[in-house]
T-cell receptor, first 113, second 113 residues
Framework: NAGVTQTPKFQVLKTGQSMTLQCAQD?????MSWYRQDPGMGLRLIHY???????DQGEVPNGYNVSRSTTEDFPLRLLSAAPSQTSVYFC????????????FGNGTRLTVT | GQQVMQIPQYQHVQEGEDFTTYCNSS?????IQWYKQRPGGHPVFLIQ?????EVKKQKRLTFQFGEAKKNSSLHITATQTTDVGTYFC?????????????FGKGTKLSVIP
């Protein structure tokens, strides 16, 4: 049972480049979300989805897009990378939503130069 | 918006000493979740508290939820080196038909052997 799988583990981008962070879960969870973690800032919600075809913004959505075409996958797209997006990104899923425990992926460490 | 304050930010203890981290919310919570993140790892769910005044134990860890459901604590008895990591609380608040899960900034625990 793989749980929540994130790829890549590490990525370096130049300012202005775009990329997609992949997230897949095999637990049939309806709820999926993306967080970014910065030193001293805790975990901040970027976007979330309560089911296939449904997405919504979190606390810090600017500069990021998401889509949810299947229950399993929830990719995060950076449209035009900026140094302020240097961070560790975590994908998390749960059975029902934010009132049930979150299962986190191993994270993607992104550096934008 | 909802704010969740967690103190202390850092704690260094000698192995065998006790450790406590506190979480305070600006609003009444529906529930509170606790997570542990080992260095270089991802957050892992520890426990969820739902009822006012609830106390739960997991071996050397004791979790409490305040009577007013606005604060919580995690107490570790006789710390071990395996307890090293950052402990996060996450408070769930509800209103206007939606839920918001807000993470505290975490308490980083170092254990000196």
């Amino acid at each position: 049972n793989a749980g929540v799988t994130q790829t890549p583990k590490f990525q370096v981008l130049k300012t202005g480049q775009s990329m997609t962070l992949q997230c897949a879960q095999d637990m049939n969870h309806e709820y999926m979300s993306w967080y970014r973690q910065d030193p001293g800032m805790g975990l901040r919600l970027i976007h979330y989805s309560v089911g296939a075809g449904i997405t919504d913004q979190g606390e810090v959505p600017n500069g990021y897009n998401v889509s949810r075409s299947t229950t399993e996958d929830f990719p995060l797209r950076l449209l035009s990378a900026a140094p302020s997006q240097t961070s560790v990104y975590f994908c998390a899923s749960s059975t029902r939503g934010r009132d049930s425990p979150l299962h986190f992926g191993n994270g993607t460490r992104l550096t934008v130069t | 918006g909802q704010q969740v304050m967690q103190i202390p930010q850092y704690q260094h203890v000698q192995e065998g000493e006790d450790f406590t981290t506190y979480c305070n919310s600006s609003t009444t919570l529906s529930n509170i979740q606790w997570y542990k993140q080992r260095p270089g790892g991802h957050p892992v769910f520890l426990i969820q508290l739902v009822k006012s005044g609830e106390v739960k134990k997991q071996k050397r860890l004791t979790f409490q939820f305040g009577e007013a459901k606005k604060n919580s604590s995690l107490h570790i008895t006789a710390t071990q080196t395996t307890d090293v990591g950052t402990y996060f609380c996450a408070g769930l608040s509800s209103g206007a038909g939606s839920y918001q899960l807000t993470f505290g900034k975490g308490t980083k625990l170092s254990v000196i052997p």
